[in-house]
């Protein structure tokens, strides 16, 4: 198969690596991006891995609330910033919110066949295209999420619409304390971007493939494969727990805490002791305005290519 620059390109944005690595690994993959990721993690190459996360597209998530509740939270695409920051697309966005809160839909597809609760003489497809015209540039409904809680639901939108959060959590008591908390906690996500919400939630499989990635990792390195087996385990498994630290919401470290040291669970202890409100974070969700989309290439793939040909 034929490795071209724009591969190589994407490869890179994905995870890091330099251009020749990223170009071996796809050779010697065969152009399987997925498995050119796992040999540069192997090798130590990549940087970071965003398998999701190409070049963003335009566009704006909201996030939504009613009576602490019921809440929605969508993203809706457009081709430019400057629409993306019009008071007619905004508006409209609004409206899709607005109608997210009232779906019994599952998925955008059966959303898009609802009537639109603005003018029932159309579809939210009618509306969505009749919109587009008005605006005068393609638009997408993307996605959506609803939640409806016994406890209490809180958002937080960054950036304008870059990024949009909701947090779910049980409470026997909603007051300001309460609400402040879950809102910290939701600019947390928005930094840090966890993938899950405890340890609870990471697969036995998703824990045995880090394991076995950074074995690799050791035995590429002549100085970590020389050292002893329980040695050898015991670096893997403190690496688990690092990475785990990272990517469960609960266990990283609060962003705002004073001594730097204090964790996201044990904040929320702390307030929810003070409060004596028994509060629990049992899940999120995040938007970010175009992740996983792709825009047009622009002068990179030039640079990547002489690279490639040197």
Not at 66 to 72: N, S, V
Not at 279 to 286: A, D, S
Request: proline content about 1%; aromatic content about 6%; glycine content about 6%.
């Amino acid at each position: 198969m034929e490795i071209t620059a724009a591969m190589v390109k994407e490869l890179r944005e994905m995870t890091g690596a330099g251009v020749m690595a990223c170009k071996k690994a796809l050779v010697e993959t065969d152009g399987d991006y997925d498995k050119a990721i796992e040999v540069l993690r192997e090798k130590g190459e990549a940087t970071a891995v965003k398998k999701a996360g190409r070049i963003a597209a335009e566009g704006t998530v909201l996030a939504v609330v009613k009576e602490d509740k019921t809440a929605a939270i969508v993203e809706v695409n457009s081709e430019t910033d400057f629409v993306a920051k019009n008071d007619k697309f905004r508006t409209y966005v609004a409206n899709v919110a607005e109608q997210v809160l009232t779906t019994n839909a599952t998925d955008v597809e059966s959303f898009m066949d609802e009537k639109w609760m603005f003018d029932e003489s159309k579809t939210v497809k009618e509306e969505l295209v009749s919109q587009i015209a008005v605006i005068g540039e393609n638009m997408s409904i993307r996605r959506f999420a609803k939640i409806n809680t016994d406890g209490i639901v809180v958002p937080y939108i960054h950036a304008g619409g870059r990024i949009g959060v909701l947090v779910e959590a049980d409470t026997t008591v909603i007051n300001d304390e309460v609400k402040e908390c879950l809102k910290n906690v939701a600019m947390q996500i928005a930094a840090l971007n966890p993938k899950y919400t405890s340890r609870d939630e990471v697969s036995e499989d998703f824990i045995a493939h880090e394991k076995e990635i950074l074995m690799a990792q050791i035995k590429n390195d002549p100085k970590e494969a020389s050292k002893p087996e329980k040695v050898i385990e015991g670096m893997i498994n403190g690496r688990i727990n690092k990475e785990m630290k990272e990517i469960c919401l609960l266990d990283q470290v609060y962003v705002k805490a004073e001594d730097g040291k204090q964790s996201v669970a044990n904040y929320v202890a702390e307030v929810a002791k003070a409060t004596g409100s028994g509060l629990k974070i049992k899940g999120f969700v995040r938007y970010e305005t175009g992740e996983g989309i792709e825009k047009k290439s622009e002068n990179f793939a030039e640079e990547v290519a002489k690279q490639m040909n040197a």
